[in-house]
């Protein structure tokens, strides 16, 4: 077990390809005196865990900004329409996804902190995308190379609703479509697949053909060995490193009042 409070942060790795459990105490935490320290395992893990650490909505936003330029306060994330009026999209995070395959810079960092969880289901899922990519045969890495999927807001809302009213469709399609490379080469020089529900095909491709070969790969990077799975505890505050890792939320009673609040980071680096 980690110490309950420590001035340095302790890790602990969750599994042994994604996600290490940091032990710091709250002050210490939000100091920002670590701040570059836990951007560096993040970086390295994907996930970042702090069991219990029980912020409040200030404290939590402060320690956002000890990591970096922050995109977004605190945003309740909730089947609730009365906590989240936009509950209805908030369905398409029970498929695998990166957040901001819609534009052309996505979020870095995700810090969500648990207020109320399910009595059933409600765990988030992360697969590291960064492993996935290191782990495939050589020859399907060249095979991989240059090629660029057409991502679609209202691919991934079929997912919920496969059969839209027109008004549906056209509220979703007011977000063009953007083209993004499916193997993404980071300026750190390391590369990680992007993929998830909002990748529509694979440009130049027969249609056929790259929904089979985006289908493999989501299978390949959602394998055991490159995901971890959070069950949730009250008080828990957990970042993860969005431009490494897909994630998703298993299914759970919508009544349940499942609560999560959740602040982002800007991102810092274009997808290509």
């Not at 956002?64 to 605190?74: E, F, P, V, W």
Request: with cysteine; net charge negative.
């Amino acid at each position: 077990m980690l110490a309950d409070v420590t001035p340095n942060p302790v890790r602990k790795e969750l599994s042994p390809r994604i996600g290490s459990a940091v032990k710091l105490a709250k002050d210490a935490v939000l100091s920002g005196e670590y701040g570059d320290d836990l951007r560096a395992i993040l970086e390295e893990r994907g996930v970042l865990l702090f069991p219990q650490l029980n912020l409040t909505d200030e404290e939590q936003v402060a320690f956002t900004r000890t990591l970096g330029r922050m995109a977004q306060d605190i945003f309740k994330i909730s089947m609730d329409p009365q906590e989240n009026p936009l509950y209805a999209y908030t369905k398409g995070a029970f498929y695998w996804h990166i957040d901001g395959t819609m534009s052309d810079v996505p979020i870095l960092a995700s810090i969500m902190s648990c207020r109320r969880r399910s009595p059933t289901g409600g765990q988030t899922q992360f697969a590291n995308t960064y492993a996935a990519y290191d782990d495939l045969a050589a020859a399907d890495k060249k095979m991989l190379e240059g090629l660029r999927v057409v991502h679609m807001f209202e691919v991934s809302q079929r997912y919920v609703n496969p059969e839209p009213s027109h008004a549906d469709l056209q509220d979703w399609q007011r977000f063009p479509p953007v083209t993004l490379p499916l193997v993404w080469t980071h300026r750190s020089g390391r590369k990680s697949l992007v993929l998830g529900s909002t990748a529509s095909h694979i440009e130049g491709m027969d249609l056929r053909e790259g929904w089979n070969l985006l289908t493999r790969l989501r299978d390949h990077a959602t394998q055991p060995q490159f995901v971890y799975s959070h069950e949730w505890t009250v008080g828990d505050l957990l970042i993860w490193d969005n431009t490494g890792t897909m994630h998703r939320v298993l299914a759970y009673p919508h009544d349940s009042g499942r609560l999560m609040h959740r602040t982002t980071l800007q991102g810092e680096e274009p997808f290509a």
